[in-house]
């Protein structure tokens, strides 16, 4: 397969936010199995980029105080890290395992959680998931005791977090008695959970055929031991890179890795990211870009620090809101994402960038000049933005908005006019929605 | 003298609190503030209407918020310039009897 600029651009956007004209240009030198190297391992070179960190109003992020700050702090990781791949997986895990009204800190601590071991086994993912505060409130498996054992957490368990199928309502009862023992507190202000022996059933509990006095951590073995499990992760992590069906081949080779590696996220990821599936039709991307994927990737790509606490509420009306999935079965991916309303808010956050978000880019349209061709206005606006992926009919269209400018007697103002006018465009067209 | 600190003191930025009120509790995410201004930041996670009050050394009552709505977030500052231990309190009746007061200490 022949390694070029698109290639690295289809795997940092599914990969991560997108790369930069620098990161497209370097990676494309170096080869794949070097840009597969950097997103999985990481290059030593720190945590975050130069991009200066998130304020707003001058103000560094308070996100445990301050409402929508938590949203931006997220984001602004998203936009600054070396490590685009982790936080792309947090933002999986996070919407694998959604949490939602759960006091702040513990939404934090669940996603500083959730990108500890965004790339572990799933066995130590799962793990943190069960010790995890702000999940077991949500699911009620705080305050599950052996005298009134709840369903709730057990049944999302095997439905949504690790098979799908393959379990029966004995099973789901079963194994809440095996997961009796949390109960609430408070601590330091907040709710939250601890272990507490005399609420856990240590009785003798048959799941999967199996029997034995389970607890806790035998569920995580039985659960990632079900012959369903594996098929049922890999496959979810295949669709959420790649939008070629998942055939039955790579299906086994996939399950293979996971296996063999004792269930390491890298390894089966790692292998996804390499798969000629993912770059299939790098001239007409199919894959719907998330909100959250859609703002960090114009951030990252225009080398845009957060300054606009708008930013937030943009997303919001996009439909997604971090931190707050509306189920525990997370968010509707795909077409989803394009409503009337969501389509909006890209115009709107478009426009927001253009006039107040980015200075690169209001410092870059001052370049334009009244002498410039249409061609030329279309390529700077296209440099501007990161130079993103656009369909042949996009560009006609903006070279026809340039041009309907030129016969118009152009000055100076008008031609930087003219530059933000087409660097929003691209960001808000259609063709900014897929990746 | 006083007036200068009077002036630092409507300088100084308020200090943010976060909130969250449910079903008969409130999350206190900073327990621990300066004496100053503090702005309390809460958000309903509760299904019922909620507020909060309060109350502090020698008799100190603050005015009570606004209503917050279920799923939304009201601002309200308050001056607490004594060091002491103050009490949050939902004035709704019967919710601060169901356990839905916290405690906010100023140093």
Known sequence: ?435 | MIATALAMMAMAPATTVGMSAREYRYGVYRPVVRAGTVTLVLHNFGEDDHDVQVRGPRGYRSAVSPDVDPDETIRFTVHLRRPGRYLLVCTKPGHAAKGMTARLKVR
């Open chain 1, 1 to 435: 397969m022949a390694w070029t600029e698109q290639h690295v651009r289809r795997l940092f956007w599914r990969a991560g936010f997108g790369a930069t004209p620098q990161e497209a240009r370097h990676y494309a030198r170096m080869g794949q199995a070097a840009a597969l190297r950097f997103l999985l391992d990481g290059d030593g070179q720190g945590e975050f980029s130069d991009i200066p960190p998130a304020r707003i109003h001058g103000q560094p992020l308070d996100p445990v105080n301050e409402p929508g700050h938590e949203v931006l702090w997220w984001l602004d990781r998203m936009v600054r890290s070396r490590r685009p791949l982790v936080e792309k997986m947090t933002l999986f895990w996070h919407d694998h395992f959604a949490t939602a009204n759960q006091d702040t800190p513990l939404m934090l601590a669940q996603n500083q959680m959730f990108r500890e071991r965004a790339l572990d086994t799933f066995l130590r993912l799962l793990e943190g998931v069960m010790h995890d505060p702000a999940i077991q409130l949500y699911l009620s498996l705080a305050g599950s005791r052996k005298t009134a054992p709840n369903e709730n957490f057990a049944r999302e368990l095997m439905e949504l977090f690790t098979l799908g199928s393959g379990y029966d309502e004995t099973d789901v009862r079963e194994m809440s008695r095996a997961l009796t023992g949390w109960r609430k507190r408070r601590a330091n202000g907040i709710t939250t959970t601890y272990w507490d022996p005399n609420a856990h059933d240590d009785g003798v509990k048959t799941i999967f055929g199996q029997t034995g006095p389970y607890g806790p951590d035998d569920v995580i073995v039985l659960v990632t031991q079900h012959p369903a499990h594996a098929p049922f992760i890999v496959g979810k992590l295949w669709s959420f890179f790649v939008t070629e069906p998942l055939d039955p081949a790579t299906q086994a080779a996939l399950v293979a890795t996971y296996r063999a590696s004792g269930s390491s996220i890298k390894a089966v990821v790692g292998q996804i990211l390499a798969h000629p599936a993912l770059y299939a039709r790098l001239h007409s991307p199919d894959m719907i870009k998330a909100p959250v994927v859609h703002v960090a990737g114009v951030l990252r790509t225009t080398q845009t620090p957060i300054t606009l606490r708008r930013y937030s509420p943009l997303m919001t009306a996009m439909g997604q809101r971090l931190f707050r999935p509306p189920s525990v079965a997370g968010w509707d991916w795909g077409t989803a994402w394009l409503s009337t309303n969501a389509m909006q808010a890209r115009v709107e956050l478009a426009g927001a960038l253009v006039s107040v978000g980015s200075k690169t880019l209001r410092v870059r349209s001052k370049r334009a000049a009244a002498d410039w061709t249409p061609r030329e206005h279309v390529d700077a606006a296209l440099e501007t933005m990161g130079r993103p992926w656009i369909a042949h009919d996009t560009r006609a269209a903006l070279l026809g908005v340039a041009r309907d400018f030129h016969g118009s007697g152009p000055t100076a103002e008008s031609a930087q006019a003219l530059q933000r006018l087409l660097c929003q465009l691209v960001v808000s067209g259609p063709d900014a929605v897929v990746h």
